[in-house]
């Protein structure tokens, strides 16, 4: 038996009529330094408008990619809203990406157009000679002439196309599953992997954004978007903002500590959203400089975890409630949030904020042991996070229909390569990598939870663990510990520090001490190199 | 371009996992009289998985009709979560219905099934008879002997029938456009017209209805269900409550004032909906035995206009905020809500609090005048009111495939019937009826706003406005005026203390007086009589 409901297909040029009539006066505001630039939902409409007859201009149709190479700013608002609305496909490219990885999606995505930022045309330039599909280059407050266009390349300003257009356009309705953005994922290994977002997936996932156990904003907010638009989605800001009504506020490229709180003493922003380095920044410098943020009720962080300490700090010295929130690229982003329950005592409701949250309703969780079977949600059990729901990915792009690296989806599931456990009550806690994570006898031991108490041995500055082979037990956990100058340790003595910490068949006994853990360009620690430094013989373990 | 989204299916059956594991602390509890018989979501579950064990027992399989004959308790709120679930069609039929049409509207169904709380049996015993597709009975908190099933119907006990079922059912994930549940309209003319919701659009509907911008609430509330679960859809109340991981609260057969208000003092609700009718019964008891109802943060009304004095004795005496909705059966029922926007002065708030409120994304709207054309949301332009979305219906349930009413359609909206007004940012005014505007020379007066108006006159006890023909204008208002008893007043002087008050086309030039004004059963202005006396020469008509 059908329904009856009308066949409306979640579309985002709906989304974009909407906020330009119904939500016509809320407005996005861009930091210029010493003030705002700002546009009202209703211009914002106009001038969506105008960069769609001005893509169309360009040869711009449904299904073409059109890039951008920008900060945070209302032109890629603009962009964000409108390029999706008239049925091409906004890719977001992320201007932190290594240039070989840049050139790589950019090629991959087949990019028709890029609106670039002047203020990054020259790192723009040292790129643009390998794209090999953009045939026309937009440039937003900057010269067009700065721009070393290659032949074929044509390049225009920003307000000279759009300028004289039309400031309205005719947006088609496509069906909800046609695509509406892309995002590749910046992995440490193999080329990045796109992930296409459709009308469908950036509706529903703006629906959750302001959810009450989402990010919970409304048109009430006026929501500070530090986390970059060529992020993970945007953290689906964008289209969430539209849909509630919410003012936006963009920091374009005033990212530093210093300039970040001028703008908020001046905006006074409701709601924040950025990744934990950002707070750790900001937090150092109010320590030095204080200052009243207790305007921003809510700050949303995720992209790596929060420590505790830092979420004290914020609020116990700053009044600002941070909300821990876990996602990825390949889950638009937003999956788990860290609301605690209702009526907990504080202590608890602690412990349940340093989680990685509970998920909603459209966000299936399961976890999968090595073994592949299902684990219970019993606050114990550890196997790696999997999920499912329709703003979750189920392939990566492939231009050419060859599936790209199928291991990462298990039966519809995408897998996460996060390995956690949850509580009976739904809360999702991390404890490592799939890649990371000691396989021990059937059970898994995270090499996070032992570098982290380690930690707290005085003589210790930095420790890494890494499995490696045991014939009895599959894998056993190496700590490379690195002393702090002028300490010693013995490993029988770090050993003894854990042992009220850990069950007894989690303990290591093989230890070495190094000089210093190996590390990622972005400071990562690189376990890859510690295993391939271990595999060679080159570190001296201490078998307990 | 296809999006790599998953095609994962919008489904009330992973509502109900998720609600039975990651909400499994939350609570439905209904009134007894003297206190509350509560399950958590957890055995809501449980008792749901015996439930479809036990229907599919019956022969209940994918798309079959089960019907409810019910009061708000825990059980109704188990078929609710159950039924659909299982792949099933739930429609709760509404007890208060003329007998001729519930009926009429359950063979039309073709419900298989109907669940009967015992206290209702008596009232159910006089329709079974009459139902022909009905061959199970399910009675819920009552005595199987005391159904008179025909031949061919067997009744079951409801704690038999589930005792002893598994408690996990594989329920199946169904295309998201299948049927979930059933309403009729109960239009004042004609059959009752069937709407079919599907999973897509509860699902949808539900994450409106917890939006910060619907009804907002969350797993902090304690959600007091007043509004009938056969009513309208259940506004949405036990799919939004599972998808938030609120608990609610159900008050059975207890609706009187009195004992609303005394399970209000034990149960402390939090967030409330139901009619205006029932609040203005609360408000006189209130008003006659002053209570603490301050626990209720907000209390949603919809169904028909909220008085606004209503709203300001709710607010300024007990500090409780009525939030006024728009919606209708076949709007799933959630439209319009009337948050005001943010920042404006507290007697504009009041002003936007009046009326019917602002749509979401999902629900466009528009207004149509009398030609077609769609008018400008200006504030000022009366047209009829049209709406489109994925929980909007498109057509009316048709078992044989004819078309029910398709002039209710408009190329894709529903034409909904209602007059009104939209403001440039988004807020609707209804004023009138489509049936009752008076189309006077292209342009609509509202009979709703004349009786208003006229109803302030000192000598008037109340007044109905009917258009009648016009050779000229099309059709002309038609003021009935029921004076109060010993006054007296002529036309002219009626007519004098509108004229600063609309504008002088608008002002009525027929008048006549009458002893009543002819209403329905539930009450309301019966102006379909009033125009039958009208055409039959039955008034006496000044004209002025």
Redesign the interface.
Known sequence: ????????Q?SLA??L???A?????STVSTWTGDGVRTITYRELGALGAQLAHALRGLGIGV?DRVGTFMWNNNEHMCVYAAVPAMGA?LHALNIRLFPEQLVYVANHAEDRVVVVDGSLVPMFNQYLPALRTVRDVIVVNGDPATVQAPEGVTVHAWGELLGGQPTEYDFPILDE????GMCYTSGTTGDPK?????H??NW?HA??V????GM?????DHVLAIVPLFHANAWGLPYAA????ADVLMPDRFLQPGPLLQMMAAQRPTFAAAVPTIWGGVLAQLDAAPQDIAHLRTVVVGGSALPPAMMHAFQEKYGVRLLHAWGMTETSPLGSVS?P??GVPVEEEWEYRYSQG?????V?ARLVGDDGAVLP?DGKAVGELEV??????????SPDGKEVDPDKFDD?W?RTGDVGKIT???YLTLVDRTKDVIKSGGEWISSVDLENAILGHPAVAEASVIGIPDAKWDERPLVAVVLKEGVTAEPAELREFLADKFAKWQLPEYWTFIDEVPKTSVGKFDKKRLRARYADGDLEVVKL
């Open positions: 038996m059908l329904s009856t409901m009308q066949d409306e979640l709906t989304l009529r909407y906020a009539t119904f939500q016509g006066d299904g496909v599953r046609s695509a509406a796109g992930v296409v977002y459709s469908r997936s529903l629906m959750q302001i959810s009450p156990n919970g904003f409304t048109a009430a539209m849909m509630s009504g609301h329950p209702t509970l998920f909603p309703a459209s299936r949600n499912r729901g329709p703003w979750i990915t189920g392939s990566y792009y519809g995408l009976p009550n739904g």
